[in-house]
């Protein structure tokens, strides 16, 4: 992940219309390595011997250069090659593989050359032609059982990815999903009425959003697609399906175009995911206000004084200080609670707030004085609790009840 705090973030195949598939990118690159490393290392624990990546609609998709350097094809390669290099070093060898559907004939042609003569070594991949729905079955036979597999989701339409689509996959054991909502096709076409069968299948339920508009409506949709989604995921031990997901905005306007919804069965997923999206939020906000500026400079002919970073925001569309104490206070108001890995993944999932919301509205009670972390031994400022392991005790002391 770049710098957030470089305001030139956007590498140039991006620019001019694809500075969302960055944002997309970025989260994928973040997220997959990290979940390979810690699936990889864990691998013999949890009775794994292959790691998998599918990309169900791949592309190549608005780039054409050789290396297709901006394409999920290329990137996705990249970090399972690292990713395998790095477990290696860790003394874990473990098979690693990558599926690439894609049905458009010419796009398809391009998918195989590259995987033909750019595919690390060490690396099994395949291109399948066809469609990503008749292919399902034969998607999860490639996958096998004793592998985990990850699945990018990333159509061109949002009728293929509905819950009743996705469900053979989303059954499967030992599985993670970034699927692309598409949010702005989805509310347009969800008050037409010849289309609202298809949209109850989409979400998996129907839902009435006729008199709904902005965040109502946009919570509704997206809350009923994650909601219907998670049901359908297998319960791994202890463990249920949950959900997180990054919201992206459109280039200009101030309104979502996708979300990207995450899908696993495992609270540590969970939390990772939720601190590549805070970082990612910061990524956003720059790439707005550059593509923002650029617009205006076009338009008016004159430069401007200031660069993109005067015009970011960084706390909008986070929770505000107050409201996560008082979450904070109220979660602690019936005793001590021990917050590790799945308690803390919940408070995130209830709530969709970033890590750092919650970190930092704890420092401000602790320094307040109305909570006490338990089992830390000397004053932490920016990491107040540590959700690993076993996680800490949290107690309200006597002045804040
Ligand atoms: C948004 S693009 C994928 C972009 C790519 N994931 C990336 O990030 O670089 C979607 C691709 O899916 C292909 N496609 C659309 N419908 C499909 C289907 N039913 N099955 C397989 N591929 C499909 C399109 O031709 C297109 O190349």
Redesign the pocket.
Known sequence: MPDPKNSNAVPDAYLHGREL?FI??QLLEGYLEKLFMIIGMSSTRLGITELCYV?C?????SDDSEDMGS???AISLQILDRSRQALGRSGMSLRVRALY????KA?FARLQQFLFSQTPSGIDAEGWP????ALREKILNWCGTNAFAFF?I???GWK?VGVTMLQPLLQRQRSEFLINFMYDFVSRTASMSEWKEEIALFLGETVDVDDLHGPEREKLLLNTYRKNLKHHLPVEGKWQGRSAHVRVLDRQKERPKYHLVYLTTHPRGTIEFMEISENLDQVQKRVRASTKQHARIAKSGTGELFGPEAFVNAEEGHAGLSEVEAYWLKYLASGERRVGEEAFANLLEDTDWFPGDFQRALGSLINAGKVRNLDATRKRPKKPLHWEKEGERLQLTEGAK
Do not use: L, Q, Y
Not at 130 to 133: E, H, K, M
């Open positions: 598939a997309k990118h990309d609609f791949a592309g190549p998709w394409t999920s094809i559907i894609e049905k458009d796009a066809g469609d990503f729905v990018f990333d159509p061109t293929d």
